[in-house]
């Protein structure tokens, strides 16, 4: 089993900061993509960002606030998140698409989610 877990979620004022971060553990052969997506009630989660070995893809909304990064020693992938809006509150959730024992071709994994609230 691959396990994924968030971190770094909270409250921040307009224009703060927060990193989160998240940790893939588990009986991992390889790691292939990994993002971050977030959802807000009554919407479709949406992809913020994502990183393959050598490539990142941001949502046109976050280009220049937001950047990922990941570890491949560590298996983690974080993401920074710079000049907070309100419009940036939401569920974060982290996705990974890693071969492992039970899914040797691969397969997406989900963390639990991280809430991120951007209000004065």
């Known amino acids: 089993q691959v396990q994924v877990v968030e971190s770094g979620g909270g409250l921040v004022q307009p224009g703060g900061s927060l990193r989160l971060s998240c940790a893939v553990s588990g009986s991992i052969f390889t790691i292939y993509d990994m993002g971050w997506y977030r959802q807000t009630p009554g919407k479709w989660r949406e992809l913020v960002a994502a990183?393959?070995?050598?490539?990142?893809n941001y949502a046109d909304s976050v280009k220049g606030r937001f950047t990922i990064s990941r570890d491949n020693a560590k298996n983690t992938v974080s993401l920074q998140m710079n000049n907070l809006k309100p419009e940036d509150t939401a569920v974060y959730y982290c996705?990974?698409?890693?071969?492992?024992?039970?899914?040797?071709?691969?397969?997406?994994?989900w963390g639990q989610g991280t809430q991120v609230t951007v209000s004065s």
């Open positions: 996705n990974v698409n890693s071969s492992d024992s039970y899914y040797p071709y691969g397969n997406d994994y």
């Open positions: 990183i393959t070995s050598g490539n990142t």
